[in-house]
């Protein structure tokens, strides 16, 4: 692929950190870094097979969790004065600890009325499609569940076609509103729905964008079934 993206999407390392901590069901307080440490590379190596530009904090955190890993499989040293042992995870709980703190905080503050925001016109409804009235239960996912279901979805094209120098000249934000005309219109589409019969990996790509510029936007809300099913898109507010 002869392209870079470049996006401003993700909250941050620490804020992937949080996700797979609660993916897993772990206990902040004793993080089993090795296998924290994978999957955390795994999923920078996803962003890279995206053609998505990172962050080099995203690549301090992922240096920090392999120097903890590293520490973790030496002797451990006692503090000479109390005679505790150190914990080299110590100080990455107590970020995280803080990060997740001002993470609600901000949530809590943003769930507030704003003015404008949460005022609608007798013709709108304020309420966004349950999909939990579709026959199948869904579950909302976030912006890094999206990623990793588009890893899958790109890895069962195979290899990416050659770029030709003179090729249809493409624009996010274009793709972006025709995203909402249609689910305007529509109210709910699947990926597949959006896709259409186009299959090249430049047109997904700038779709997967389009929806996770959306998603932090918080104008569109993505649910999946179960592993691997269906990915529907709903309108935030209508």
């Known amino acids: 692929m002869g392209y870079e993206i470049k996006l401003d999407i993700f909250e941050g390392p620490l804020d992937l950190l949080l996700y797979l901590i609660r993916k897993n069901e772990i206990d902040i307080y004793d993080i089993p870094i090795a296998r924290i440490t994978r999957q955390y590379l795994e999923y920078i190596d996803v962003l890279r097979s995206l053609n998505l530009d990172l962050a080099g904090e995203y690549l301090v955190l992922a240096a920090t969790l392999l120097h903890i890993k590293s520490r973790l499989l030496l ?5 000479p004065e109390t005679g505790d042992e150190e914990d080299p995870r110590a100080e990455l709980v107590r970020q995280l600890l803080e990060y ?13 009325p704003v003015l404008e925001r949460d005022v609608f016109t ?11 009235e579709e026959p199948e239960i869904f579950a909302e996912m976030d912006v890094f569940d999206l990623v990793k279901a588009f890893q ?15 090729v249809e000249r493409m624009s996010l934000t274009d ?19 959006l896709i259409g019969e186009r299959a090249d990996r430049r047109w997904i790509l700038y779709t997967f964008l389009a929806l996770l510029e959306l998603m932090k936007l918080r104008m569109i809300r993505a649910y999946q079934g179960e592993s691997y099913g269906t990915i529907r898109l709903f309108l935030a507010v209508e």
């Open 152 to 166: 899958q979805i790109l890895g069962r094209l195979g290899r990416a076609e050659p770029m030709e120098i003179d």
């Open 122 to 132: 007798r013709s709108g409804s304020a309420v966004a499609p349950d999909p939990l």
């Open 100 to 112: 997740q703190a001002f993470k609600e905080a901000a949530l809590q503050l943003d769930s507030r």
């Open 175 to 193: 793709r972006i509103n025709e995203i909402m005309d249609r689910l305007t219109e529509h109210k709910n589409l699947t990926f597949t729905d």
């Open 75 to 79: 002797p451990v040293e006692e503090d």
